[in-house]
Structures are given as C-alpha cells and as structure tokens.
C-alpha cells in the first residue's frame, strides 16, 4: 500500500478543520511534512474526484468541497489507492518446475483482493468526520483541561 490514501485524508481534514476550508499546497504541506509537490499531485486527484476545488491568483488554494459526514474513507481509498494493498513483486515462477514457486503467486494474488474488499468494507463504515471526531477525541485526551 501506498501512502497517497493517507496524504489525502489528513489534507482533507486540514481543509474541514480550517474555518475558511482553504489552504494553499505550500500550508497543507508544512501540516502533512510532505512537499508541496506532492501535495499538488494528490490535490489534483481529488479535485477531479470532486473532493476539492481550486482557486487560482494570489490568495488562493484548494477548498473543500464535500460534506465530511457524507464522504467515506472508502471513496477516498479507491480515487487514490485502490488496488495498491498487493505489492508490486510477488515471489514464485508460473514457469518453474515447483508446484510451489509455480502457484504462489496466484494464491497470494487471491488472499491480496480478499484483503482489499474487507478493507474497503471498513472503510466505507468511516467517514471524513469520523476522522474529525478522532482528531478531536486524541486533543481532548492529551489536554483534558482544555474546552
């Protein structure tokens, strides 16, 4: 699995948490500690999601543009990571001689896509503001005292 799923949900609650929703890449990439680069190229996924707008000139940025409560974490999966739970490389030889290195990587390629419908089973009970609510949970926690 790729990291882009995780980039991509913490610039969206970054935008949710923002009283204006909008943020520059350079801001939502200090608070990811990613590059803007990066930030720029996971925005422009979710922008053709839907997920965001964008706002161009001085002053401008990306803004959200989805309801956090009616968004899933499993939405946000598939436009950006869906189908990376298998790696890239997957050991064994269909050509050998071996029952085991010519089968393996089938069978791992099965417990991979069972793997990936379960995740994105759970991730569709979730959504961006159950992030938010996670988020708030976590300070609350740390600083008991604060309101």
């Known amino acids: 699995m790729n990291s882009e799923f995780t980039v991509a949900v913490h610039s969206l609650a970054l935008l949710a948490y923002l009283p204006d929703h909008m943020a520059s890449s350079e801001r939502i990439a200090r608070n990811v500690a990613t ?7 996971i925005m422009s996924t979710l922008r053709k ?3 965001v707008k964008t706002k161009e000139g001085i002053g401008g940025g990306y803004i959200l543009n989805c309801v956090p409560n009616e968004v899933t974490l499993a939405q946000i999966y598939r436009a950006l990571s869906g189908g990376t739970l298998k790696p890239h490389w997957c050991s064994g030889n269909p050509e050998e001689d071996c029952l085991v290195s010519a089968n393996i990587q089938a069978v791992m390629d099965h417990f991979f896509f069972e ?3 379960h995740y994105e ?5 979730n959504t961006l503001q159950t992030v938010l609510d996670r988020i708030r ?5 740390q600083n008991p005292l604060q309101v």
């Open 49 to 51: 999601h839907g997920f």
């Open 35 to 41: 590059n803007p680069t990066r930030i720029r190229k």
């Open 121 to 125: 089973a759970y991730l569709e009970q």
């Open 137 to 141: 949970k976590c300070q609350q926690q």
């Open 115 to 117: 793997a990936e419908q």
